[in-house]
């Protein structure tokens, strides 16, 4: 006898997290435009691991207690009182290697720890640059999946829409897909895939123009590109950890 199908859903904004059963649930940690392909590229490039917190402050104060590097961002820029930003260009792997990261962001850190406190089963992060290796999980883990796009200070956004569309045009047949926002979003990615980039450029998206106008189009660029730095982001114990690297 065929076992169910689990279930897939797309959470397109933190704002609506709460709608969806996430203690039943992996839950894929998106915010494409940068934490999370920053992330997924520091632990390609050798990080330890990656410390997600939800304040400057924390940042911080935990850098100074474990002498790890403090990074993050709040509107596109880098924080106040921290050393690095939030591009993955910033880590490489001759600077990042064996080394832990601090990090937190104005939107996907918090709903990481939106997650974890709505206690969900398990929490990967996702983006382009590790869309092979989240699709993969997802389907060998035979779980539940909630896509939980990180947004715009609670504003649904079109890159990490379009991330989970990505994802779901890939997963769909192991899924049972009941949800019209996972739909949208695959629609959307159909719509886009032939260059993403450009579909941002032309769309007007908001998060396009915001890092533009610091001239980070080549961030864009980048964070839009498929398996560039194809490894598995998993949080476990109060760190993102690598759990397989594939180049």
């Not at 609506?16 to 992996?26: G, I, N």
């Not at 769909?172 to 926002?181: E, M, Q």
């Amino acid at each position: 006898m065929n076992q169910p199908k689990p279930t897939l859903y797309t959470s397109l904004s933190p704002a609506l997290l709460h709608l969806y059963d996430v203690s039943s649930s992996v839950v894929v940690i998106i915010d494409v435009l940068r934490a999370t392909s920053t992330i997924t590229t520091a632990l390609y490039n050798g990080a330890k691991n990656i410390i997600p917190v939800d304040s400057v402050a924390e940042c911080i104060r935990l850098g100074k207690q474990i002498a790890g590097i403090t990074a993050g961002e709040r509107d596109g820029k880098v924080a106040e009182g921290l050393s690095y930003g939030n591009s993955p260009f910033e880590y490489p792997e001759s600077f990042i290697k064996g080394k832990t990261l601090v990090l937190t962001t104005t939107n996907g850190t918090k709903l990481l720890h939106m997650a974890l406190e709505k206690g969900a089963k398990g929490i990967i992060t996702g983006s382009f640059p590790n869309l092979s290796a989240v699709c993969d999980y997802i389907i060998a883990q035979k779980q539940n999946v909630i896509l939980g796009c990180a947004a715009w200070k609670d504003r649904v956004n079109l890159e990490d829409t379009l991330f989970a569309g990505a994802v779901i045009n890939r997963v769909k047949k192991h899924f049972n897909i009941n949800c019209d926002s996972s739909q949208m979003a695959e629609a959307l990615y159909l719509d886009a895939k032939a260059d993403l980039f450009e579909f941002m450029k032309t769309k007007n998206a908001s998060h396009y123009h915001r890092l533009s106008n610091f001239g980070l189009e080549k961030d864009i660029r980048y964070c839009l590109t498929e398996d560039v730095a194809n490894v598995l982001c998993l949080y476990e114990d109060g760190k993102l950890i690598s759990k397989q690297k594939s180049h």
